[in-house]
């Protein structure tokens, strides 16, 4: 059984530049979440995708969307970044139990 | 955003000793109540989960402890190892939308 995994691991881009951060589900699951980890803080919950659907959205602005493909797999996407978006970027899988979650071990985003 | 609030930030234990974490969460529709370790570099990894009809779930060495009236639970690390140091949040969920509390950045002196 295949993990949840993410691409890519880590990246810098400067203020104003866009970026698209990929997930792949772990096997069996059709509901992936993206989530915002600042340094030294818990994750921030961004939106949640269940198939190819925007299935709920936390605080974030609308420069923050995503997709789902069909084979569940989903990508992250940030326009015009900011400084304060550097982060690391997580990205969990979940089947039929809402709740729980499975973690890839994230994409860490720096702006300059 | 914060809806879960998590104590203490960090925690020294020795080998052997008990950790506990506590959290408050305030939105009465949460209904699930997990709790995830991270340690560096890597993705939140689910440790144990409650539903708000019990009070007490026991995994080998982790129990969470589960108050509804108080809006409290906590995590109990019984026989503390030194390979638990990690950073460990807990979580409240309702629907889709799952909410984390700060972390406890947790170390086991040997």
């Known amino acids: 059984e295949t993990g949840v995994t993410q691409s890519p691991t880590h990246l810098i881009k400067t203020r104003g530049q866009q970026v698209t951060l990929r997930c792949s589900s772990q096997s069996g699951h059709n509901t992936v979440s993206w989530y915002q980890q600042a340094l030294g803080q818990g994750p921030q919950f961004i939106f949640q995708y269940y198939r190819e659907e925007e299935n709920g959205r936390g605080n974030f602005p609308p420069r923050f969307s995503g997709l789902q493909f069909p084979n569940y797999s989903s990508e992250l996407n940030v326009n015009a970044l900011e400084l304060d978006d550097s982060a690391l970027y997580l990205c969990a899988s979940s089947a039929y139990r809402p709740g729980e979650l499975f973690f890839g071990e994230g994409s860490r985003l720096t702006v300059l | 955003q914060q809806q879960v609030k998590q104590s203490p930030q960090s925690l020294i234990v020795q080998k052997g000793g008990i950790s506990i974490i506590n959290c408050a969460y305030e939105n009465t529709a949460f209904d699930y109540f997990p709790w995830y370790q991270q340690f560096p570099g890597k993705g939140p990894a689910l440790l144990i989960a409650?539903?708000?009809?019990?009070s007490e779930k026991k995994e080998g060495r982790f129990t969470i402890s589960f108050n509804k009236s108080a809006k409290q639970f906590s995590l109990h690390i019984m026989d503390s190892q030194p390979g638990d140091s990690a950073t460990y949040f807990c979580?409240?969920?309702?629907?889709?939308?799952?909410?984390f509390g700060a972390g406890t950045r947790l170390t086991v002196k040997p």
């Open positions: 979580a409240a969920s309702y629907n889709n939308d799952m909410r």
């Open positions: 409650i539903r708000p009809d019990v």
